[in-house]
């Protein structure tokens, strides 16, 4: 299994909803990633898990909380979003030195 | 802060040319390059990875080179197709650790048939 899967591949929310995305991979990385993309943007890091733990969040906001419960998944919950977070959310996965991506989630925030 | 700027920002050619694709970089302590392709509203795709003691990588009509003391890098596309239409995006790694990626604006590419 060479890929990284995101579910689900579009959601739309209410401000006052709470969701979760979901980033699995089965290829052994110890490392996953959160970006986010515009439109017409390039992919922005937001979080990173080592082994686990969170070593990197570039300083986003608390509505987003990310959870790596093992070292296939990665999870980011949602809740109380604004409009403009709406964007494609990827996710990424390492072991050593290339990046692989998943599809994305779209997300639109009503 | 490093900074990634890809040139030209559109290019649009007919089949069959060989093109260049520019990415430049303000900070040499870079790790390793990423070239992806990213087809409207999908995911990322990896083409190629260069390390930062490589000079150049090749996959199929793919050709990546890394001149890490100047900042740059080139993605040479040869004979191109219709199919290679997408959006081509660099990024750079700046260490050996869980680092994330710092991407440029990336190059939209158009091949007429």
């Known amino acids: 299994d060479t890929e990284v899967t995101q579910t689900p591949k579009h959601l739309v929310m209410g401000m006052t909803n709470k969701k979760s995305l979901k980033c699995e991979q089965h290829?052994?990385?110890?490392?996953m990633y959160w970006y986010k993309q515009k439109a017409k943007k390039p992919p922005e890091l937001m979080f990173v898990?080592?082994?686990?733990?969170?070593?990197i969040n570039e300083s986003v906001p608390s509505r987003f909380s990310p959870e790596c419960p093992n070292s296939s998944l990665l999870n980011l919950h949602l809740h109380a979003l604004q409009p403009e977070d709406s964007a494609l959310y990827l996710c990424a996965s390492s072991l050593a030195f290339e990046q692989f991506f998943g599809p994305g989630t779209r997300l639109t925030v009503l | 802060k490093q900074e990634v700027t890809q040139i030209p920002a559109a290019l649009s050619v007919p089949e069959g040319e060989n093109l260049v694709l520019n990415c430049s970089f303000t900070d040499s302590a870079i790790y390793n390059l990423q070239w992806f392709r990213q087809d409207p509203g999908k995911g990322l795709t990896s083409l190629l990875l260069i390390q930062s003691s490589q000079r150049e990588q090749t996959s199929g009509r793919l050709n990546a080179s890394l001149d890490k003391s100047s900042g740059r890098s080139t993605l040479y596309i040869a004979a191109s197709q219709p199919g290679d239409s997408a959006t081509y995006l660099c990024?750079?790694?700046?260490?050996?650790?869980?680092?994330?990626?710092?991407f440029g604006k990336g190059t939209h590419l158009i091949i007429q048939p």
């Open positions: 290829m052994g990385h110890r490392a």
């Open positions: 990024a750079v790694r700046p260490g050996g650790g869980a680092d994330g990626l710092t």
């Open positions: 898990y080592s082994y686990e733990k969170l070593s």
